[in-house]
T-cell receptor, first 116, second 112 residues
Framework: DTGVSQDPRHKITKRGQNVTFRCDPI?????LYWYRQTLGQGPEFLTY????????KSRLLSDRFSAERPKGSFSTLEIQRTEQGDSAMYLC??????????????FGPGTRLTVL | GQQVMQIPQYQHVQEGEDFTTYCNSS?????IQWYKQRPGGHPVFLIQ?????EVKKQKRLTFQFGEAKKNSSLHITATQTTDVGTYFC????????????FGKGTKLSVKP
C-alpha cells in the first residue's frame, strides 16, 4: 500500500500525559499537512510542511502542540499535557506541490485520540 | 477570520432524487476543492476548481465555481446508495499557497 499511513490508529491516554503521532506520506510528495477533526465538523487545519520546512504553524491550537518533519519524509505531531478537549481525530495529508500541480491532498486514515 | 460556510448540514433523499450542497466563502478563493468522507473513513479528494465560473462534471456529479470565486456547489443527479457520506468543500484563500479551509460538510443519506 503506497498511501498515507498514520500510527497509531487509536490512542487512549490520561489527562496530563504527552502523546506523539506519526505520519508517513506518499513517498514522492513534498507537502505534508496536519488537521484535527471533531465529530460533525470538517477538518481543521493545524500546520503544514514543504519538505522539511514548516511553512505555517500559527494555526496550531496552543503551545502544547508541536510538529516536526526532520528529514522531509515522515512527520510527528506531539501534544504535551493533554486535556480532555484534545480528544479528536488527527488527520495527516500529503500532496505534491509544484508549478503545474493541483496540490491534491491525500488523507491518511487518522489517529483517534481519547483523553480520559 | 476566514470562513467557509456550507449548507445544508444534513440532507436526506430518496434514491433517485437529486442532491445539491452549497459552499460560500467570506473571502475570495484562489481555488476550491471538494472531498467526500464515508462514515468511519477519511476525506477523499473529488475535484479542484480554479477558474472563475468553472464547471466540471464527473459522471452524475457537477461542480461549479462562482464568478466571484467566493462560492461553489456540488450537484448529484439521481442519487444512489453509494453516494452516502459527508461532502466537504475546502477553499484556499486568495494569495495563500498553503492551508485549506474546510466547510463543516453536508451529510447525505440516501433511502433505498
Amino acid at each position: 500500500d503506497t498511501g498515507v499511513s498514520q500510527d497509531p490508529r487509536h490512542k487512549i491516554t490520561k489527562r496530563g500525559q504527552n502523546v506523539t503521532f506519526r505520519c508517513d506520506p506518499i513517498s514522492e510528495h513534498n507537502r505534508l499537512y496536519w488537521y484535527r477533526q471533531t465529530l460533525g465538523q470538517g477538518p481543521e487545519f493545524l500546520t503544514y510542511f514543504q519538505n522539511e520546512a514548516q511553512l505555517e504553524k500559527s494555526r496550531l491550537l496552543s503551545d502544547r502542540f508541536s510538529a516536526e518533519r526532520p528529514k522531509g519524509s515522515f512527520s510527528t505531531l506531539e501534544i504535551q499535557r493533554t486535556e480532555q478537549g484534545d480528544s479528536a481525530m488527527y488527520l495527516c495529508a500529503s500532496s505534491f506541490y509544484g508549478q503545474f500541480s493541483t496540490d491534491t491532498q491525500y488523507f491518511g486514515p487518522g489517529t483517534r485520540l481519547t483523553v480520559l | 477570520g476566514q470562513q467557509v460556510m456550507q449548507i445544508p448540514q444534513y440532507q436526506h433523499v430518496q434514491e433517485g432524487e437529486d442532491f445539491t450542497t452549497y459552499c460560500n466563502s467570506s473571502t475570495t478563493l484562489s481555488n476550491i476543492q471538494w472531498y467526500k468522507q464515508r462514515p468511519g473513513g477519511h476525506p477523499v479528494f473529488l475535484i479542484q476548481l480554479v477558474k472563475s465560473g468553472e464547471v466540471k462534471k464527473q459522471k452524475r456529479l457537477t461542480f461549479q465555481f462562482g464568478e466571484a470565486k467566493k462560492n461553489s456547489s456540488l450537484h448529484i443527479t439521481a442519487t444512489q446508495t453509494t453516494d452516502v457520506g459527508t461532502y466537504f468543500c475546502a477553499g484556499r484563500p486568495g494569495g495563500s499557497q498553503g492551508n485549506l479551509i474546510f466547510g463543516k460538510g453536508t451529510k447525505l443519506s440516501v433511502k433505498p
